[in-house]
């Protein structure tokens, strides 16, 4: 066993490699049998034919990636789209993706924790008490906002650390250290916001513009999904580029060039809409640069896959040399870091902070957005992406019953429907992989 190497499963004896991203390990002759060619290598060499024949596999096998959020995306579009023409302008669409920038940006970090097999209860309240400390220091006395912002996010982030260290070290229980901290860090913000309960933010400051301020050059959206195109094609470049160096099997020009393509067909689909109404929001410029430097992380670096790893197996991962409370330690206070982040465009978005902040269905739509998008409750499997598309999910939803004036009971119950749909699928999922021996 090699140290970082990820495990697949909140148990289990040995170490396997991770399922990421569609990614498969090769797999290793059994001892005593007799050796043969994997037939996943042999994919590309025949062409259309074998790709289907491996997306089958997949199906077959319960590797569904994220087929079933998109999917669900494009359903819910299509039906909302008919009941209200209204859904898919550029209006309805920008004001979504802007809408969804605090809930995805609060579900990174959530991402980061289910990674590890783990739930984080206290996010909502960690986002409202940043959101609370930024409006005191900066309006009540006086501090200069970039520095108020700075100490909000740090206070954020202590909070995650502090959770981490309880359960890392002490022992104690994650779901009981952060229901501990959603109740602490809630009365903690009442207490900083005063007898008043409400902060009004200056109407331009910088956290005012996070959710309202708009580039509106249309080379802006565009140079952002150029950069995004870019960047996958660089990485899958660096990744064919590595694997041929290493002597294993890797895509082909060809193929790359075309998951380029499928790639940037979304992406300047987009800068499209973005240019169709006030251009491209600041909101969406955040959201998407924090899921690439998160991705980056998980995908790029040893510690994101020793996250990997303490997820999937935390013995294997200790004994493969890695410092398991480190991770868990660092995992939360990424995840108070996002949250303190997600708390500063909400008060944004209502340009104050108040007793409600970071209340209400805020930690459930969080920890949905992360599910839905994709990332299992069960640990080792997930990517920062499943942030964007689980809030899109829900947001889509919000928006479209907001369009349709339907209640907010209604919006919740199908919401719940959607997020247990989610955790079916991938428990489903989970058990079909088992069952053909890739988990």
């Known amino acids: 066993m090699t140290t970082g190497t990820p495990t697949d499963g909140a148990t289990g004896d040995k170490a396997a490699a991770p399922q990421q991203d569609g990614s498969e390990a090769n797999g290793t002759a059994a001892a005593g049998s007799v050796a043969s060619v994997d037939p996943r290598l042999l994919v590309r060499e025949r062409g259309f034919a074998g790709y289907l024949d491996d997306l089958t596999r997949r199906l077959r096998t319960g590797e569904l990636g994220s087929l079933p959020v998109i999917v669900g995306l494009i359903v819910i579009g299509l039906v909302f789209q008919l009941q209200d023409s209204a859904f898919l302008s550029a209006n309805n669409l920008s004001n979504l993706f802007v809408q969804s920038a605090g809930t995805g940006l609060i579900a990174v970090g959530i991402v980061f924790v289910l990674l590890l097999g783990e ?91 996070l959710t309202n301020h708009y580039f509106a050059d249309k080379i802006w959206a565009i140079a952002l999904a150029t950069v995004c195109v870019l960047a996958f094609l660089g990485f899958s470049l660096l990744d064919a580029r590595r694997r041929k160096a290493a002597d294993v099997p890797s895509r082909p020009l060809s193929e790359i060039v075309l998951r380029t393509v499928v790639v940037a067909i979304p992406a300047y689909a987009a800068a499209l809409v973005f240019n169709s109404y006030k251009g491209l929001p600041l909101a969406v410029v955040i959201f998407v640069g ?105 947001q889509s939803i919000n928006s479209g019953m907001a369009l349709l004036g339907t209640g907010s009971a209604v919006r919740d119950m199908i919401t719940g429907a959607v997020l247990l749909a989610a955790v079916v699928i991938d428990s489903i999922s989970r058990r079909t992989q088992k069952t053909a021996g890739r988990a």
């Open 119 to 209: 739930i984080d209860l206290s996010v909502g309240s960690v986002s409202g008490m940043s959101a609370a400390v930024l409006a005191v220091l900066n309006i009540n006395q006086g501090m200069n906002e970039v520095l108020a912002v700075i100490l909000a996010i740090l206070v954020g982030m202590a909070a995650g650390a502090l959770h981490g260290f309880f359960f890392a070290k002490v022992g104690v229980p994650a779901f009981v250290v952060t229901l501990a901290g959603l109740l602490g860090w809630n009365g903690l913000m009442l207490q900083i916001l005063g007898p008043s309960g409400t902060i009004n933010l200056d109407d331009d400051g910088v956290v005012a513009q």
């Open 290 to 394: 924090v899921i690439l430097l998160g991705d980056f992380v998980l995908r790029r670096t040893t510690y994101g896959r020793q996250v990997f790893a303490v997820g999937g197996s935390s013995e294997a991962a200790a004994r493969a040399g890695i410092s398991v409370p480190m991770i868990r330690i660092t995992v939360y206070a990424i995840a108070g870091t996002m949250a303190a982040v997600g708390g500063l465009f909400f008060a944004s978005q209502i340009n104050a902070a108040n007793q409600s902040s970071g209340a209400g269905s805020l930690l459930m739509n969080c920890i949905a957005a992360a599910v839905i998008g994709g990332t299992s409750l069960f640990g080792g499997r997930g990517k920062t992406w499943s942030a964007l598309l689980g809030a899109l999910v829900i």
